[in-house]
């Protein structure tokens, strides 16, 4: 069968797949169109007007949207959780989703890159920042670094994972021999894609908040806790609501990665606040702006005990097998480690260290409801594109959905494909899977 | 030939060799008897030349409070040591003298100010005591000391500030 | 050539074709990225037709005549600056003069030079020290004050960070910024430890009757939204050999503006004789802006 023609039969059979759906997908994906309309309503007046709609100054530059964006980075390098159990160990249970984990980062550098477009004072000018047209400061600029890695990044899982569900959708082998070896690169990628990011802020002499080695280490441990948390919510959905299988040792499995995450995490915080207390010096006003307040500026004090007792409750669910595993509080427990790493890594991470600023003075900055719109419609393009490749690629891997079957999985008489189709090895291996019910 | 080389020589080194006194950027006063060029003296208006009272009034150099004339001035400036006549001239009004005897002008009133405020004078010759203006790589411009600094109370007033900085504010407050 | 179609499942992809795609993707590239990108690579004279336009547009705009400058660096330059603590009593007409010289926003407010009332008891402090204070009149009792604006650091944290280049130090020693290349990421800003640099959160109004129609292209010309700017020493002025407006303004003598490279310059005379200092000297930034203490 000619390519184009494949390709026309996956774009229609896709169509028909995201479109068809029960009532709690629609209001799934309705709330997020509503959600991206909202933001694009109030990009535009922000486009109009300003960045002086949010409520980023001179003295507190970067705020909500530059907090969302370093938290994604970290769930988009959280993908690589999975693939180091399934393919380093050849842990055969995990090796199944992590085409999941690889839509996830896909769909998480998308809304970091939707983040940078929002928050930079000129998006027009944003091709200045791609070459040939634009210049990049490479190497001086850690920013001209963090764009380069995560646009690989992004090629590199996409192409993974576009290859493997395209080949298995046409019921062809996909190129073992080099995809493979780029899977195992995207590990040391995620690994370098969250490190460049905390470089962005370890580099900065002028904000000794930031200014501390403790920070690549700790990026990575709150995104290996973090990321993983929606993968967790994501695959129960997928159990319930498709006829996707999956072992409960693989989910049990990812929580128990996550605990250890989050005790790392966990200790480097501990170990800076020991740092700042103990040594006592100015820089500790960042610190205790943050977990106590400056004289009358207590606006995140109780943000960032939540984000503490949060992570400590995450921790706790997911260290203790029997909690873990039972599906209240396995859930609970990714709600919490998703929040409090958000919480922590957010606005945590960005607000204490240009408060008080460069001169001593303190702005106490907290989001608009423009920039919370803003933000909220740039999760939402994120979910509805994790959403509808999720609805593309289940039936993929479930084997419904093929080059030689119609929409609802039956087989077409008369089709030629090209190469042989339910190989089992070579396509997803969902039916390589037993059942666990 | 020889001769006439030698002098060719001599007279092309002369005009190659920058000297200080040819940069049209040199103009620093930088020894003690150059004169930089000040603007004419603040003078209260109608004082001067002092001469037109003086010259028909007889000298009285006994150390007093005045209080025909000039009791506008009150002297804060080492007033416990010196009065009116340490500085000003008594036979000549229209100058001033030095500790020397020797009389100055008002024009160079900052050699005088330069006999206690020494190292006040040196870095005034060398520009960077007092109000700069013009051009940092050309002509200096000098002011008196007397533009800044009111002689007999030398001490400058306070100043009203201007309105500090707006503080940065969330949009709609 | 086999292996090449087989493996394309079909498409007969030729090596001519090959070929003649990879050129017409190089010709694309080498015609779209060749040619100037920011101001500093512009070659002269076609730097001088845009300026001309520009010069246009901010006349017909400011409603006076502009003109604007694009006057190179004086080679053998480099300007510093020396701030004598000592002296300045919080007047803050330096930071007024600024404005009005540099053609800064009045609404929003945007102010190059930040005065800090520190207390004489704790010594240059960056922690506490008051921007806002105002009293009834200046210096007060107990107190000091160090305006602070762009350092013009030698070794500029900001210039190395920014991620399209669109901020540099020129030969003179200024670091610029060339307003039509930033994107408005305020990487910058983060960067630099004395809080100089700040950013159009809107746009940028001057009324027309206030705008100085002496302008340089990398200094005071009228700046979009979404860009950040900062102090340049005045290039328009500097350039042409002046002082910049805050050191003519100054009713204290207190700021001195000169040629480091000079022997017989008044900061070279400040920084051999008097003891000078730079703020914080340990993050290495190594400004050209010296403070220190006449008396």
Avoid at chain 1, 87 to 107: C, D, F, H, M, T
Avoid at chain 1, 233 to 247: A, D, G, S
Avoid at chain 2, 23 to 33: A, V
Avoid at chain 3, 21 to 41: D, N, Y
Wanted: include cysteine; aromatic fraction near 12%; glycine fraction near 6%.
């Amino acid at each position: 069968m000619r390519p184009f023609r494949v390709f026309y039969r996956f774009l229609t059979g896709s169509l028909r797949l995201v479109l068809m759906g029960n009532a709690g997908y629609w209001a799934w994906v309705v709330l997020l169109l509503a959600l991206i309309a909202s933001g694009l309503l109030a990009f535009r007046m922000q486009m109009e007007r300003g960045l002086v709609v949010t409520a980023m100054r001179d003295q507190v530059s970067w705020g909500f949207y530059i907090g969302n964006f370093t938290f994604l980075v970290g769930v988009a390098a959280a993908a690589v959780v999975l693939v180091i159990p399934a393919y380093i160990y050849n842990w055969k249970p995990i090796r199944q989703i992590v085409v999941y984990g690889e839509l996830l980062a896909v769909s998480a550098i998308v809304m970091c890159l939707l983040f940078v477009v929002v928050d930079i004072g000129r998006p027009d000018r944003f091709w200045h920042l791609i070459p040939p047209w634009g210049r990049l400061n490479f190497p001086d600029s850690i920013l001209a670094w963090d764009v380069l890695v995560l646009n690989l990044y992004f090629v590199l899982n996409f192409g993974i994972v576009t290859h493997i569900l395209y080949r298995a959708f046409s019921g062809r082998p996909y190129a073992r021999r080099v995809v493979e070896p780029l899977i195992l690169l995207s590990i040391p990628m995620a690994v370098g894609i969250h490190t460049v990011t905390a470089f962005l802020y370890n580099g900065l002499a002028a904000r000794p908040y930031w200014n501390a080695s403790i920070l690549a280490p700790q990026f990575l441990a709150s995104a290996f806790c973090s990321g993983p948390a929606i993968l967790l919510v994501v695959l129960q959905l997928l159990r319930r609501f498709t006829r996707f299988e999956i072992k409960d040792e693989a989910i049990w499995k990812i929580a128990e990665l996550m605990s250890y995450a989050m005790f790392l995490n966990l200790f480097l915080h501990g170990a800076e606040a020991f740092k700042e207390y103990y040594s006592n010096t100015e820089h500790l006003l960042y610190a205790r702006y943050w977990y106590s307040g400056l004289g009358e500026h207590r606006t995140l004090v109780p943000y960032a005990w939540s984000a503490v007792g949060l992570n400590i409750l995450g921790f706790v669910l997911f260290a203790i097998p029997t909690a873990r595993r039972n599906p209240i509080l396995l859930n609970l427990g990714a709600l919490a480690t998703y929040a409090g790493v958000y919480i922590e890594k957010g606005m945590g991470l960005i607000i204490p260290g240009l408060t008080p600023d460069a001169l001593g003075e303190i702005y106490e900055y907290a989001p608009t409801l423009t920039e919370l719109r803003i933000a909220a419609g740039v999760f939402a393009v994120g979910f509805l594109i994790f959403t509808l490749m999720l609805k593309v690629a289940v039936p993929i891997a479930l084997g419904e959905f093929r080059l030689d079957r119609d929409a609802r999985g039956r087989v077409l008489e008369g089709l030629e494909s090209a190469g042989g189709s339910g190989d089992p090895s070579l396509s997803l291996p969902s039916s390589a899977v037993r059942s666990n019910r | 030939m020889r001769f006439l080389t030698m002098l060719l020589i001599l007279a092309l080194l002369y005009v190659a060799i920058p000297r200080a006194s040819d940069d049209p950027h040199r103009q620093t006063p930088s020894s003690p008897e150059e004169q930089p060029e000040v603007p004419s003296p603040p003078f209260s208006e109608g004082v001067f030349p002092c001469s037109d009272c003086h010259a028909d009034m007889e000298v009285n150099r006994t150390r007093r409070e005045l209080t025909d004339f000039h009791d506008d001035i009150v002297l804060e400036h080492d007033e416990q040591q010196r009065w009116c006549l340490d500085c000003h001239d008594a036979t000549e009004r229209d100058s001033l003298h030095l500790a020397s005897g020797e009389r100055i002008s008002f024009d160079q009133s900052y050699r005088l100010c330069g006999q206690c405020h020494g190292e006040k004078l040196r870095d005034w010759r060398a520009g960077i005591h007092g109000r700069r203006t013009g051009e940092w790589n050309g002509r200096k411009q000098y002011l008196l000391c007397a533009h800044c600094h009111n002689p007999h109370q030398p001490r400058f007033a306070p100043l009203v500030p201007m309105p500090p900085p707006t503080a940065p504010r969330r949009p709609g407050q | 050539m086999e292996r090449a179609s087989e493996k394309s499942a079909g498409t007969k992809l030729s090596r001519r074709r090959f070929l003649s795609w990879s050129a017409a993707a190089a010709a694309g590239f080498i015609l779209t990225s060749c040619g100037p990108k920011r101001l500093r690579e512009y070659p002269r004279n076609r730097l001088r037709r845009n300026l001309r336009e520009l010069e246009r547009k901010y006349s017909s705009e400011c409603g006076t005549e502009v003109t604007l400058s694009d006057s190179p660096a004086v080679p053998g330059v480099l300007f510093g600056y020396a701030l004598d603590l000592s002296r300045c009593i919080g007047c803050r007409r330096c930071v007024y003069a600024c404005v009005e010289e540099n053609n800064l926003s009045r609404e929003p407010q945007v102010q190059w030079i930040r005065v800090l009332a520190m207390e004489k008891e704790k010594g240059i402090d960056f922690a506490h020290n008051d921007h806002y204070y105002n009293p009834e009149s200046v210096p007060e009792q107990g107190k000091f004050y160090v305006p602070v604006s762009c350092q013009q650091c030698r070794n500029a944290p900001c210039t190395k960070v920014c991620p399209t280049g669109a901020t540099w130090t020129e030969p003179d020693g200024i670091v610029v910024i060339d307003y039509e290349w930033c994107i408005g990421c305020r990487y910058c800003m983060a960067a630099c430890p004395y809080g100089a640099r700040h950013f159009n959160w809107t746009k940028p109004r001057v009324s027309t009757s206030e705008v100085n129609p002496r302008m340089h292209v990398l200094g005071n010309r009228p700046r979009p939204s979404g860009v950040v700017e900062k102090c340049t020493f005045c290039i328009q002025r500097t350039r042409e050999g002046r002082y910049p407006a805050c050191v003519e303004v100054c009713p204290a003598g207190a700021r001195k503006f000169g040629n480091l490279l000079d022997p017989e310059s008044e900061v070279r005379y400040i920084i051999e004789r008097k003891r000078v200092l730079v703020l914080k000297e340990d993050l290495n930034t190594v400004p050209k802006f010296f403070y220190f203490y006449g008396t």
